[in-house]
């Protein structure tokens, strides 16, 4: 997935992603293989306060750029508009390492956060309306490693006969700095940043989906 974000103040930013995606359906009849750039996200974030937490407000929209019914689709064909609230509290700490070269003990940073968004997704087709609710909450038990819990859920609005996709799951992460200072998702400080993330999720809730799970990787290169 490409990602661009730019500060424009320090206080207001505009993004943009476009996943590349591989996908492969197999079944008795067919045996479909599709490969290309998914849906096209923009958005812009507006940061409302910074203290004693971190509030801002995001809107988004998705491009439907990779929907094609009679092929494997990678995409779901729906344009999407999205108002988000995220509302954050991180406290850092310090850490205590043993340098190998001296073998003292050094101060290092650590940090420990919460995030809760919520959100409302407006959509134009079969899909119902939905209200997206995400949280999570982690820290760095050591200086190069951040533990991570989720939960994440998707409430649909429905008003006639559309389709509803409600969902519940937790999850649970670890994302290794393996390259450069910090963890994109929380800080960093200048410079290339290459994190690694090793996670499980796990379904408890939503329709025709009770008891699914899915192990993911990701590797991830900021600068």
Same mark, same amino acid.
Request: no cysteine.
């Given at each position: 997935?490409?990602?661009?974000?730019?500060?424009?103040?320090?206080?207001?930013?505009?993004?943009?992603?476009?996943?590349?995606?591989?996908?492969?359906?197999?079944?008795?009849?067919?045996?479909?293989?599709?490969?290309?750039?998914?849906?096209?996200?923009?958005?812009?974030k507006?940061?409302?306060?910074?203290?004693?937490?971190?509030?801002?407000?995001?809107i988004?929209?998705?491009?439907?750029?990779?929907?094609?019914?009679?092929?494997?689709?990678?995409?779901?064909?729906?344009?999407?508009?999205?108002?988000r609230?995220?509302?954050?509290?991180a406290?850092?700490?310090?850490?205590?390492?043993?340098?190998?070269?001296r073998? !003292?003990?050094?101060?290092?940073? +650590?940090? /420990?956060? #919460?995030?809760?968004? $919520?959100?409302? *997704?407006?959509?134009? %087709?079969?899909?119902?309306?939905?209200?997206?609710?995400?949280?999570?909450?982690?820290?760095?038990p050591?200086?190069?490693?951040?533990?991570?819990?989720?939960?994440?859920?998707?409430?649909?609005?429905?008003?006639?006969?559309?389709?509803?996709?409600?969902?519940?799951?937790?999850?649970?992460?670890?994302? !290794?700095?393996?390259?450069?200072? +910090?963890? /994109?998702? #929380?800080?960093r400080? $200048?410079?290339? *940043?290459?994190?690694? %993330?090793?996670g499980?999720?796990?379904?408890?809730?939503?329709?025709?989906?009770?008891?699914?799970?899915?192990?993911?990787?990701?590797?991830?290169?900021?600068?």
């Amino acid at each position: 997935e490409w990602k661009l974000e730019y500060g424009l103040t320090d206080w207001w930013n505009v993004l943009a992603s476009v996943p590349y995606i591989s996908s492969h359906y197999r079944d008795d009849n067919t045996d479909l293989l599709r490969t290309g750039a998914g849906d096209i996200y923009v958005r812009t974030k507006v940061r409302l306060v910074e203290e004693p937490l971190v509030a801002s407000v995001q809107i988004s929209g998705k491009i439907p750029s990779a929907y094609d019914p009679n092929e494997n689709p990678i995409g779901d064909g729906q344009v999407d508009l999205e108002s988000r609230l995220l509302v954050s509290r991180a406290w850092t700490f310090e850490l205590s390492r043993d340098s190998p070269a001296r073998f !003292v003990r050094t101060p290092a940073l +650590g940090v /420990a956060f #919460v995030n809760l968004e $919520g959100a409302f *997704t407006a959509r134009n %087709e079969d899909q119902a309306n939905e209200f997206p609710l995400y949280l999570e909450a982690g820290m760095t038990p050591l200086q190069r490693l951040m533990l991570v819990g989720t939960l994440d859920a998707v409430i649909s609005v429905k008003s006639t006969d559309e389709q509803t996709e409600d969902i519940a799951k937790w999850g649970v992460l670890a994302i !290794v700095n393996v390259l450069g200072d +910090g963890f /994109a998702n #929380v800080f960093r400080q $200048g410079g290339p *940043t290459v994190n690694v %993330e090793v996670g499980y999720n796990s379904i408890f809730a939503g329709r025709n989906t009770t008891g699914g799970f899915e192990v993911f990787a990701k590797v991830g290169l900021f600068y």
